[in-house]
């Protein structure tokens, strides 16, 4: 039992990257399409490259969408509409337009015959012979209609409808008709009062009626049967052909995913996604071991890529088309601001294959993709400054309308049929990429990660802490910015990440601030506040600054890579002054009572500062200093430092550390204005 809990101690980190591992590829096989994959690659305007392809089943050809859509027009246009009659009104408008006649002629001096309410009542039978109609609607005169009343249908046209607006000229035309013009004012008065319409369009009964054909649109137009020749090699992939090879990839697809060979899919899918996070590790282990020893950080790197396949997996189910909208240069952008370039373009480019299963097009998919996070990679540099992600993302949009522009050239031959809206989605997709900036914050308070953007506002001197420590130990701020400055050149010579190196310049002496006068860089006067302490007192006070700076550091949020600096750069040595002390005073001092707690630097940032912060300080109590003395001081400290084994941890080489030396030579004879000793 023992030996079994002693194995998972051990190797706990191991077995959390199997689990991690395991994980992740079960997600994303969650997430891929429930269909085989066909074992062609074929595109519309390229020729055929393999063999005569014979039907190895019957199948039906499908349809084009452009096919499709062509009868869906048809219906449309050729559908006869449905109009409601109410064959109640004539009858009730003609026994209101008698009333108003009787009541008119009883009123009036003179009298009218009765002939002229006869004609009356044959215009409103004229006018109802089929219905009245109020707005004009966009059909041809001879167009078939059908008028429902009730449960009954009548089919007639669309020009047996009269318009209100038709009714002055029917009266007019019936009045001359029947030579009654002297009673044309009183008949056009009280047939136009009394008329209303009787016919309005059903548009709820003549849309269902067109659905209804529209659902019975038969998506196939023809069967190939099993044997027959679907394509010869060297054959264009265009027309007839392109739908015959759709329609064989779409029956293809649907019959090999079934419970038979369920297993046997499942199994494919696993060995392709595990392919791909094997590469990752290994990539880490090899090139990256740093971000490999970190679980933090390698649960970062597959939660975005986890999430990028999911984000894309809900685009193409709502919508296949809408692919394009989704930001994936957010992951390079992001992974180069938290790691680098290189690992940034490696997990884009393994995200995009995994994509690969999913979506439409994947060659097209791919091509533009890898190319966008290219651009991504090379064009983003400096991300704290604002101007160049959105300079950046006008250049990843106009690669992407660039390419897909291309593409559709070599697909169709002309940029006729060309979908503008496809630009649009470009568009939206480079200002969604814009989120990065908050999706960078929000990684850093999840994962704690640190970003050039927070390093950016950490270096600033008038911030709170620095402002305090300026304030409380001046001495000692004034010591971190020439430390800053000695470490972020030395960063720069070796390729280290200098602005990190720069901001843990600054507050790794922040614990000074609790006892700024024990310190000598803060000491105003001869007073020497150690002359009254015994010397194992005073090396606690010194040694109980890193601890301080630590407490300091977390109550005021700092981020844990800004930690490391105040816990490492004294490493495991010792308070030589006070050691020395106790050794005069008791003969033989503890040097466990006189030794920081270390850890030593774990990565090269962290050496320069010890290198960066032990020169300067040493190099305060040269006297009548030149450049031959302080080239040995240089030399002696950091050589010093390495017999220690202060560095045997920070993956640093000798050929660094020469450069590292170098720098601060040339930057501590700049900070003396001393120049070169030349022999007289």
């Given at each position: 039992?023992?030996?079994?809990?002693?194995f998972?101690?051990?190797?706990?980190?191991?077995?959390y990257?199997?689990f991690?591992?395991?994980l992740?590829?079960?997600l994303?096989i969650?997430?891929?399409?429930?269909?085989?994959?066909?074992?062609y690659?074929?595109q519309?305007g390229?020729?055929?490259q393999y063999?005569?392809?014979?039907?190895?089943?019957?199948?039906?050809?499908?349809k084009?969408?452009?096919?499709?859509?062509?009868?869906?027009?048809n219906i449309?246009?050729?559908?006869?509409?449905?109009?409601?009659?109410?064959?109640?009104?004539?009858?009730?408008i003609?026994s209101?337009?008698?009333?108003?006649?009787?009541e008119v002629?009883?009123?009036?001096?003179?009298?009218?015959?009765?002939?002229v309410?006869?004609i009356?009542?044959?215009?409103?039978?004229?006018?109802?012979?089929?219905?009245?109609?109020?707005?004009?609607y966009?059909?041809?005169?001879?167009?078939?209609?059908?008028?429902k009343?009730?449960?009954?249908?009548?089919?007639?046209?669309?020009?047996?409808?009269?318009?209100?607006e038709?009714?002055?000229?029917?009266?007019?035309?019936?009045i001359?008709?029947?030579?009654?013009q002297?009673?044309?004012?009183?008949?056009s008065?009280?047939?136009?009062?009394?008329?209303i319409?009787n016919v309005?369009?059903?548009?709820?009964?003549?849309?269902?009626?067109?659905?209804?054909?529209?659902?019975a649109?038969?998506?196939?137009?023809g069967?190939?049967?099993k044997?027959?020749?679907?394509?010869?090699?060297?054959?264009?992939?265009?027309?007839?052909?392109?739908q015959?090879?759709?329609?064989?990839?779409?029956?293809?697809q649907?019959?090999?995913?079934?419970?038979?060979?369920?297993?046997?899919l499942?199994?494919?899918?696993?060995?392709?996604?595990?392919l791909?996070?094997l590469m990752?590790?290994?990539?880490?282990k090899?090139?990256?071991?740093?971000?490999?020893?970190?679980?933090?950080?390698?649960?970062?790197?597959?939660?975005?890529?986890?999430?990028?396949?999911?984000?894309?997996?809900l685009?193409?189910?709502?919508?296949?088309?809408?692919?394009?909208?989704?930001?994936?240069?957010?992951?390079?952008?992001?992974?180069?601001?938290?790691?680098?370039?290189?690992?940034?373009l490696?997990v884009?480019?393994?995200?995009?294959?995994?994509?690969?299963?999913?979506?439409?097009?994947?060659?097209?998919?791919?091509f533009?993709?890898?190319?966008?996070?290219m651009?991504?990679?090379?064009t983003?540099?400096?991300?704290?400054?604002?101007?160049n992600?959105?300079?950046?993302?006008?250049?990843?949009?106009?690669?992407?309308?660039?390419?897909?522009?291309?593409?559709?050239?070599?697909?169709?031959?002309?940029?006729?049929l060309?979908?503008?809206?496809?630009?649009?989605?470009?568009?939206?997709?480079g200002?969604l990429?814009?989120?990065s900036?908050?999706?960078?914050?929000i990684?850093?308070?999840?994962?704690?990660?640190?970003?050039?953007?927070?390093?950016?506002?950490?270096?600033?001197?008038?911030?709170?802490?620095?402002?305090?420590?300026?304030?409380?130990?001046?001495?000692t701020?004034?010591?971190?910015?020439?430390?800053?400055?000695?470490?972020?050149?030395?960063?720069?010579?070796?390729?280290a990440?200098?602005?990190?190196t720069?901001?843990?310049?600054?507050y790794?002496?922040?614990?000074?601030?609790?006892?700024?006068?024990?310190?000598?860089?803060?000491?105003?006067?001869?007073?020497?506040s150690?002359?009254?302490?015994?010397?194992?007192?005073?090396?606690?006070?010194?040694?109980?600054h890193?601890?301080?700076?630590i407490?300091i550091?977390?109550?005021?949020?700092?981020?844990?890579?800004?930690?490391?600096?105040?816990?490492?750069?004294?490493?495991?040595?010792?308070?030589?002054?006070?050691?020395?002390?106790?050794?005069?005073?008791?003969?033989?001092?503890n040097?466990?009572?006189?030794?920081y707690?270390?850890?030593?630097?774990?990565s090269k940032?962290?050496?320069?500062l010890?290198?960066?912060?032990?020169?300067e300080?040493a190099s305060?109590?040269l006297?009548?200093?030149?450049?031959?003395?302080?080239?040995?001081?240089v030399?002696?400290?950091?050589?010093?430092?390495?017999?220690q084994?202060?560095?045997?941890?920070?993956?640093?080489?000798?050929?660094e550390?020469?450069?590292?030396k170098?720098?601060?030579?040339?930057?501590?004879?700049?900070?003396?204005?001393?120049?070169?000793?030349?022999p007289?």
């Amino acid at each position: 039992m023992n030996s079994i809990f002693s194995f998972f101690s051990k190797n706990q980190s191991f077995i959390y990257k199997i689990f991690l591992f395991v994980l992740a590829t079960v997600l994303i096989i969650y997430l891929l399409p429930k269909g085989g994959q066909f074992k062609y690659n074929f595109q519309k305007g390229k020729p055929w490259q393999y063999e005569n392809l014979y039907a190895p089943f019957s199948f039906a050809i499908k349809k084009s969408q452009e096919e499709i859509d062509l009868e869906i027009d048809n219906i449309r246009s050729e559908a006869v509409p449905y109009f409601e009659i109410d064959e109640e009104t004539p009858s009730e408008i003609t026994s209101l337009f008698i009333e108003l006649f009787d009541e008119v002629n009883e009123n009036s001096s003179e009298k009218v015959t009765p002939k002229v309410k006869r004609i009356g009542t044959t215009i409103l039978n004229k006018i109802y012979s089929v219905g009245v109609v109020k707005d004009r609607y966009p059909y041809d005169s001879g167009k078939l209609i059908y008028l429902k009343n009730g449960s009954e249908i009548e089919e007639s046209t669309y020009k047996q409808l009269v318009y209100l607006e038709q009714i002055d000229t029917i009266i007019a035309s019936e009045i001359e008709k029947h030579s009654v013009q002297e009673s044309e004012s009183i008949l056009s008065e009280l047939i136009s009062k009394v008329v209303i319409p009787n016919v309005v369009i059903n548009n709820e009964l003549t849309e269902t009626t067109i659905n209804s054909e529209i659902d019975a649109i038969n998506p196939n137009r023809g069967i190939i049967e099993k044997g027959s020749r679907i394509i010869a090699k060297g054959e264009v992939v265009e027309g007839e052909k392109f739908q015959k090879l759709n329609s064989f990839k779409l029956v293809f697809q649907s019959q090999v995913w079934s419970q038979s060979n369920y297993f046997w899919l499942l199994l494919g899918y696993s060995l392709l996604v595990s392919l791909v996070f094997l590469m990752l590790f290994l990539f880490m282990k090899n090139y990256r071991p740093d971000i490999y020893s970190n679980n933090t950080k390698v649960t970062f790197i597959f939660f975005n890529i986890i999430f990028m396949v999911f984000i894309t997996t809900l685009v193409v189910k709502y919508d296949a088309k809408l692919v394009y909208i989704t930001p994936l240069c957010i992951l390079p952008l992001v992974l180069k601001t938290f790691f680098d370039a290189r690992l940034g373009l490696f997990v884009h480019v393994l995200t995009i294959l995994l994509l690969g299963f999913i979506v439409p097009n994947s060659f097209e998919f791919l091509f533009l993709q890898i190319i966008a996070g290219m651009v991504t990679i090379l064009t983003v540099n400096e991300l704290y400054k604002r101007a160049n992600l959105f300079i950046s993302v006008g250049q990843i949009t106009f690669v992407y309308i660039l390419g897909y522009f291309a593409f559709f050239i070599i697909q169709e031959g002309n940029i006729e049929l060309i979908e503008i809206e496809n630009f649009g989605y470009f568009i939206l997709c480079g200002l969604l990429t814009l989120f990065s900036f908050p999706l960078i914050y929000i990684y850093e308070k999840i994962f704690g990660l640190v970003s050039d953007v927070t390093l950016l506002e950490l270096s600033d001197t008038n911030s709170k802490l620095l402002k305090e420590l300026s304030n409380k130990a001046p001495g000692t701020f004034h010591h971190s910015l020439n430390v800053a400055n000695l470490a972020e050149a030395a960063a720069n010579e070796i390729g280290a990440n200098a602005m990190l190196t720069r901001v843990g310049a600054l507050y790794h002496d922040i614990g000074k601030m609790v006892n700024p006068t024990y310190f000598t860089e803060n000491q105003v006067s001869s007073i020497n506040s150690h002359d009254e302490l015994d010397p194992k007192e005073s090396a606690q006070i010194i040694i109980g600054h890193v601890i301080k700076g630590i407490e300091i550091a977390k109550k005021n949020k700092l981020p844990d890579r800004i930690i490391d600096f105040i816990r490492t750069h004294h490493g495991t040595s010792l308070v030589y002054y006070f050691y020395s002390k106790e050794n005069d005073n008791i003969g033989e001092a503890n040097k466990a009572d006189f030794s920081y707690p270390g850890p030593t630097p774990f990565s090269k940032e962290t050496a320069i500062l010890m290198m960066a912060d032990s020169v300067e300080a040493a190099s305060k109590s040269l006297k009548e200093p030149t450049s031959s003395k302080l080239d040995a001081f240089v030399e002696k400290i950091i050589d010093s430092q390495m017999d220690q084994g202060q560095f045997i941890n920070a993956n640093i080489t000798f050929k660094e550390i020469q450069k590292i030396k170098k720098v601060l030579k040339k930057k501590l004879n700049n900070m003396y204005h001393l120049r070169i000793e030349y022999p007289e």
